[in-house]
């Protein structure tokens, strides 16, 4: 009869730990993610350009950072849409992935001077 008692409670007693560090493990996830250091690198009239400094990593003189990229509503001055993407970077070519795609070269200013300014990082 004790033993039958004693496993109710270690389940009792585990589930409520795994409860509880699940949670915990969530929130601090969420709490993370509100702390990216968004940092603008290009603008124009009706775009921004940001990187996320925290997660640039060099590799085979690659850049690859996390971009975000913001549509403005040239009237009020507001984004009005916002789009991120792991951007790859050859400083050296000015060249750009987006993605898994191929290497493009920069067709506008907009892309042109955010491959300069995020490769001085």
């Not at 493990?25 to 400094?53: A, K, L």
């Not at 507001?78 to 992935?97: M, W």
């Not at 795609?101 to 001077?113: A, E, G, R, S």
Request: charge should be positive; glycine fraction near 2%.
């Amino acid at each position: 009869m004790k033993m039958k008692y004693l496993k109710k409670e270690m389940k009792f007693i585990f589930g409520f730990i795994f409860i509880f560090l699940s949670l915990f493990i969530t929130s601090h996830r969420v709490e993370s993610s509100e702390f990216i250091n968004w940092q603008e690198v290009s603008q124009t009239n009706e775009s921004i350009i940001y990187i996320d400094v925290e997660s640039i990593k060099y590799k085979n003189n690659v850049l690859n950072v996390d971009t975000k990229f913001d549509r403005i509503d040239t009237e009020n001055n507001q984004a009005i849409s916002s789009e991120t993407v792991k951007f790859q970077i050859d400083c050296s070519n000015r060249l750009y992935k987006d993605g898994v795609n191929k290497w493009k070269t920069p067709v506008n200013k907009l892309i042109k001077q955010a491959i300069i300014n995020s490769c001085l990082y």
